[in-house]
């Protein structure tokens, strides 16, 4: 028999970050994220991070108190359970661009992880040896996750300020960063630190000439690098394969070029674009639950579907992979702002996976430094080693998740708003999915 759950907390916390622009608008100073801790009646605790929202707070709150008394190693029942009373929450889908409006995939998220945690503490075992086809790769490879950085000396905002670390990433990664020079210096950095072998530019910011002149600068510097752009959709189908042709032989894959346009979906635009530009494709914004897969598989618009388990579920991340493998396609995943909790959920799921794998999005270069575990996950030579410990993996410092959830409250915001910052920069500037947000 396995034991029991005999408490769940729900706990808002906070980071810091930098002025981070994309298609958006710009990240605020802070970022917030919500962490469950599931105890049991044999005093093993389970973690668990996701994206934070007032309504996901509530339906947390909500619902808890029916996974007291639940066995641990019921997790299918009670995630069915789950769905089926709160999944008509989520029907109205994901939401604009980089925007998830969605609440129940991500609060039964958070149970179903710290609930694999548990179980594979109780078995002493991973949890990648729980979940998908088990454990098939002992590293996962991370990219480089690079952004145009606002100057925050135009907000009176609190951003963070590196400027006296003994980091040079650390110390550089508040700096505005907006040329080519300024991107590179930041990929060298952040290279030397973590060991990247491949990079992604957020794009969506400035004009694509600018964005591609910036791509080729990296292409430059790592010639051997796998290296992508990520306009969130913004561009129209013409102005994707005008970039095409100025980065074919550059990029590896380009991720959501474009999207949908004059009544045509997505997914059909991407199709149409992958089949006129012979670049590969990557999204999280076309295919983000079952029936948008199927379309995307039918209509062969994806080659890289980037399957986040915050946002499909860990067990959903791993059905994705499976239809990579059936079908040829391979697999990887989104990333927002995130603690380390995160980061190692992400990497027992691509140390899961069945398909070929990308360099898997993060983050966490841009959080590095605000734990909220006693040993958080270390990404080295660009990739982190699956640990040997049972669950996760990882024991919560009580301290630390202590002093995040009072900057939460400290903060007194659960929603992302990329808006407000970009007041400072632009009078009036409000968000159009259709133009890069420094283009006004």
């Known amino acids: 028999m396995t034991p029991n759950v005999t408490e769940v907390e729900i706990i808002p916390v906070a980071g810091y970050d930098s002025m981070l622009l994309n298609l958006s608008g710009a990240h605020a100073p802070v970022f917030t994220r919500t962490v469950v801790v599931m105890h049991d009646e044999s005093g093993a605790c389970g973690i668990s991070e996701i994206p934070c929202s007032e309504s996901i707070l509530r339906l947390l709150d909500d619902s808890k108190g029916k996974l007291i008394g639940k066995s641990i190693g019921d997790i299918k029942s009670i995630l069915g359970a789950l769905w089926r009373e709160y999944g008509h929450l989520d029907t109205q889908g994901r939401g604009l661009q980089t925007f998830d409006t969605r609440t129940t995939v991500h609060a039964i998220t958070a149970y179903e992880a710290a609930l694999f945690d548990l179980l594979g503490q109780h078995l002493s075992l991973p949890l990648c040896h729980l ?236 959080q590095d430094g605000q734990r909220l575990s006693k040993s958080p996950p270390e990404i080295r030579e660009g990739g982190i080693q699956l640990p040997k410990r049972p669950g996760l993996g990882l024991e919560i410092d009580r301290e630390a998740l202590d002093e995040a959830n009072k900057l939460f409250r400290q903060w007194d915001s659960a929603g992302r708003d990329d808006s407000t910052a970009m007041q400072f920069l632009i009078d009036d500037w409000h968000f159009d999915p259709k133009r890069p947000c420094m283009i006004r």
């Not at 590293?139 to 300020?161: I, P, S």
């Not at 910036?214 to 102005?239: H, Y």
């Not at 199927?294 to 991340?317: K, M, Q, T």
Request: proline share 4%.
């Open 131 to 366: 979940i998908g086809g088990g454990q098939v790769r002992d590293t996962v490879h991370f990219l480089g996750y690079l952004f145009f950085v606002a100057d925050k000396k135009q907000t009176d905002l609190f951003y963070r300020d590196g400027a006296s670390s003994g980091d040079k990433w650390f110390r550089l990664r508040d700096k505005p960063a907006q040329t080519p020079d300024e991107i590179v210096e930041h990929a060298v950095a952040c290279q030397e630190k973590y060991g990247f072998k491949d990079f992604k530019l957020k794009g969506g910011v400035f004009s694509p000439e600018h964005e591609v002149t910036c791509v080729r600068a990296l292409a430059e510097r790592f010639p051997e690098a796998r290296i992508t752009l990520d306009p969130n959709g913004c561009w129209s189908l013409q102005e994707a394969l005008e970039v095409a042709e100025q980065l074919r032989g550059v990029v590896s894959y380009l991720e959501d070029p474009c999207g949908a346009q004059a009544g045509y979906s997505g997914r059909e635009i991407m199709a149409e674009f992958r089949r006129a530009s012979g670049i590969p494709t990557a999204t999280n914004m076309i295919a983000t639950d079952r029936r948008q897969m199927a379309h995307a598989l039918s209509l062969r618009a994806v080659d890289i579907p980037l399957a986040d388990p915050h946002f499909w579920g860990i067990e959903g991340a791993c059905y994705v992979a499976s239809l990579c493998a059936d079908h040829g396609l391979v697999w990887g995943s989104h990333s927002n702002n995130h603690f380390d909790i995160s980061l190692a959920i992400v990497s027992h799921v691509a140390a899961a996976a069945q398909s070929e794998i990308t360099a898997i999005d993060t983050h966490w270069i841009w």
